[in-house]
């Protein structure tokens, strides 16, 4: 556990910060997710005493994005049914669509299936890759902000 702890940290921060009602809108160019990478590198540079494996810090990047999105699509699934019950958004949905009689029957079903909750299923499977590339991607910036130096070689 203590070799994914760093990248579970990381993830935790992502999937907090990108729930969060109102700090969620500084995540529109993942920048929850690119500091979660951040985070995942500098807690396991801080760990070791020797510079951090480029290998080692993708691995904490993507394991901190996925956590971090797992917990982004939960969290946004439970948001949805709390506000969605609360509202009917589905029903809300469906009736803006009936006053379109030129919307297809097929469609506007398909809308009103992804409005009811069916939808927060192809939310993940999109949201979880996104998240994960980006924890990649804030891992590697994190490599280069906080790798240690190498010491020079003495040769005698």
């Known amino acids: 556990m203590k070799r994914h702890q760093p990248a579970l940290l990381g993830g935790l921060l992502i999937g907090v910060l990108s729930s969060l009602p ?3 809108i ?16 500098y807690l396991q540079q801080q760990a070791q005493a020797e510079p951090i494996a480029t290998g080692d810090a993708v691995i904490g990047g ?3 994005g996925f ?6 699509v939960v969290v946004g699934y439970l948001e949805f049914v709390a506000v969605g019950s609360v509202f009917n958004i589905a029903d809300q949905v469906r009736q803006a669509l009936d006053q379109n009689p030129q919307m297809p029957v097929e ?3 398909m809308v009103v299936n992804f409005v009811s909750g069916k939808g927060i299923a192809l939310l993940a499977v999109f949201q979880l890759p ?7 991607l804030g891992a590697l910036l994190g490599t280069a902000l906080f ?6 070689v003495v040769q005698g």
């Not at 995540?27 to 590198?41: P, S």
Request: net charge positive; proline share 5%; glycine share 12%.
């Open 62 to 64: 993507l394991i901190a």
């Open 22 to 24: 109102i700090v969620k």
């Open 107 to 109: 469609f506007r079903d």
């Open 26 to 41: 500084a995540n529109c160019c993942c920048l929850w997710v690119i500091a979660g990478g951040l985070l995942t590198v």
């Open 147 to 152: 790798r240690k130096k190498q010491p020079p």
């Open 67 to 72: 956590v971090g999105g797992l917990i982004a």
């Open 130 to 136: 996104v998240y994960a590339v980006f924890g990649m």
